[in-house]
């Protein structure tokens, strides 16, 4: 009894520990903005990857590449933000990766022009569900 005790107490603070350690609030992309400034986990269906006809932004100076939830650019209500200097960190294109998929990313919710955003910089912010 007191081994089964230790087990279940070992199991809950792992996943305790995970869920504090990831931060993993998760919130909708439409609800995103109400968190401005705070560690949140989005989840969405990626309905565009950067601007229309563009495999990046290659006429921006760090050719970040743009995931926009749920509709389309320029209609978007969640944006993740993957600078170009960490494009060669995924295992393929990332607008190839997640294109038309439902994932989720954990990081800081900021805002650009009154969007919200996350700025993922490690491919483990960003889950396929």
Known sequence: MRRFKIVVSVVLSI???????????TVSPEDAAKFIGQQKTVCGKVASANHPGLT???????????????????????TVVIPGMDRGKFEKPPETLYSEKEICVTGVIESYHGRPEIIAKEPAQIKIK
């Open 15 to 25: 996943g305790f520990v995970s869920c504090f350690a990831y931060g993993q609030e």
């Open 56 to 78: 990046y932004t290659e006429d921006l100076t760090e050719q970040p590449t743009f995931l926009n939830f749920n509709k389309p650019f320029p209609n978007q209500v969640f």
